[in-house]
Nanobody
Framework: QLAESGGGLGQPGGSLKLSCVTS????????LSWYRQPPGTTQRELVA????????EYEDSVQGRFTISRDKAKDTLFLKMNSLKPDETAVYSC??????????WGPGSQVTVSS
C-alpha cells in the first residue's frame, strides 16, 4: 500500500513538500515516481522519477523547481515543490516504476495552489 501526505494549500510562488510511505513494498527495489491528476481530468501525468541508482528525471514544466528524493533507510519518497503555479493544483500520487505504475494507487495528496 502507498500513502501520500504533505499536500494542502500553497501560495503561488510558494513551496510544499510531499511524502510517500509504503507498507508491504520494499521501495529500495524499485524506481519510484510521482504523478499528478489535475481536477476534471481522468489521466494522471508523470511529474518526476528517481531510479534505483539515484538518477532523477523530471517533466519539462517542473524541471528546476521540483526535486524528487528518497530515503532508502525509511522507505520514504519525497517531492519538494518550489515556485508553485496555480495550474499545478492536482492530486499528487506516488508509485513504483519509472513510467508505468506498478501497484494500486494510494489515496493521493491534494495540492491546491491559490492565493
Amino acid at each position: 500500500q502507498l500513502a501520500e501526505s504533505g499536500g494542502g494549500l500553497g501560495q503561488p510562488g510558494g513551496s510544499l513538500k510531499l511524502s510517500c510511505v509504503t507498507s508491504g513494498i520494499a521501495f529500495s527495489a524499485y524506481d519510484l515516481s510521482w504523478y499528478r491528476q489535475p481536477p476534471g481530468t481522468t489521466q494522471r501525468e508523470l511529474v518526476a522519477s528517481i531510479l534505483r541508482d539515484g538518477t532523477t528525471e523530471y517533466e519539462d514544466s517542473v524541471q528546476g523547481r521540483f526535486t524528487i528524493s528518497r530515503d532508502k533507510a525509511k522507505d520514504t519518497l519525497f517531492l519538494k515543490m518550489n515556485s508553485l503555479k496555480p495550474d499545478e493544483t492536482a492530486v499528487y500520487s506516488c508509485n513504483c516504476g519509472r513510467t508505468i505504475p506498478m501497484f494500486d494507487w494510494g489515496p493521493g495528496s491534494q495540492v491546491t495552489v491559490s492565493s
